[in-house]
């Protein structure tokens, strides 16, 4: 799911809110959050820190409409270009642009301090508690108490040099082993949308649930 949106001063591109809900319930997410980062006025001057204040806007949002919208979670990349010149990228999970995936191995110390463990079963991804598969993200209830919502934030200018950004969610990254594999597929691409179906058309795309 993505959501789009244009200003004077920049765009604001979300991409990947997955949630466990209906069609429905992701687009309102979307609105939701796209109305939170534009709402701060501030939002394109000191963009880095309302990023961080609407990631903990969205997240509370979701966890007070639980009721309605379900006790699990969800995924997210934003990204935000000023200017046409500084392109600023937030991800929570293991959505990934410029970003670290957030998983429960590389935040045990963390999660074990909050009174939770990582599981490490043969065959499985680690977990938290046995269930989540990332350290951070919207949502989920039940767990917390024991993950995060900080999201990772990066900073990247832009200029000739830059020829295209991948965000994407772990259905690409567990299946391409590096960011310079999923580069060399598309970049003599010249289109997003004809990129994206070589992605799925080549199988290197293959969605997986975690």
Same mark, same amino acid.
């Given at each position: 799911m993505t959501g789009d949106r244009k200003s004077s001063s920049g765009r604001f591109h979300i991409f990947h809110l997955r949630h466990s809900h209906d069609h429905q319930n992701l687009i =309102?997410?979307?609105?939701? $959050? $796209? #109305? /939170?980062?534009?709402?701060? =006025?501030d939002v394109w001057t000191n963009t880095v820190n309302v990023t961080r204040r609407a990631y903990h806007s969205i997240d509370k949002y979701i966890l007070e409409n639980a009721f309605e919208l379900g006790k699990e979670g969800s995924t997210a990349i934003t990204a935000m270009l000023i200017n046409s010149q500084t392109l600023v @990228?937030?991800?929570v999970g293991d959505s990934r642009a410029l970003s670290v995936d957030h998983e429960p191995n590389r935040e045990r110390e /963390?999660?074990?301090?909050?009174?939770?463990? @990582?599981?490490?079963?043969?065959?499985? @991804?680690? #977990?938290i508690d046995g269930k989540l598969a990332v350290a951070r993200a919207f949502g989920d209830k039940s767990l917390k108490r024991h993950i995060s919502l900080d999201p990772n934030v990066a900073i990247e200018l832009i200029n000739n040099d830059v020829d295209l950004i991948i965000l994407a969610s772990d259905g690409l990254w567990k299946v391409i082993i590096s960011n310079q594999e999923a580069v060399n597929c598309i970049k003599n691409m010249k289109d997003a949308k004809a990129a994206t179906k070589h992605f799925i058309r080549s199988g290197d795309f293959v969605e997986k649930q975690g």
């Amino acid at each position: 799911m993505t959501g789009d949106r244009k200003s004077s001063s920049g765009r604001f591109h979300i991409f990947h809110l997955r949630h466990s809900h209906d069609h429905q319930n992701l687009i =309102h997410l979307l609105n939701e $959050l $796209l #109305r /939170i980062f534009l709402n701060f =006025h501030d939002v394109w001057t000191n963009t880095v820190n309302v990023t961080r204040r609407a990631y903990h806007s969205i997240d509370k949002y979701i966890l007070e409409n639980a009721f309605e919208l379900g006790k699990e979670g969800s995924t997210a990349i934003t990204a935000m270009l000023i200017n046409s010149q500084t392109l600023v @990228v937030a991800n929570v999970g293991d959505s990934r642009a410029l970003s670290v995936d957030h998983e429960p191995n590389r935040e045990r110390e /963390i999660i074990e301090s909050k009174g939770g463990f @990582v599981s490490n079963i043969p065959g499985d @991804v680690p #977990r938290i508690d046995g269930k989540l598969a990332v350290a951070r993200a919207f949502g989920d209830k039940s767990l917390k108490r024991h993950i995060s919502l900080d999201p990772n934030v990066a900073i990247e200018l832009i200029n000739n040099d830059v020829d295209l950004i991948i965000l994407a969610s772990d259905g690409l990254w567990k299946v391409i082993i590096s960011n310079q594999e999923a580069v060399n597929c598309i970049k003599n691409m010249k289109d997003a949308k004809a990129a994206t179906k070589h992605f799925i058309r080549s199988g290197d795309f293959v969605e997986k649930q975690g």
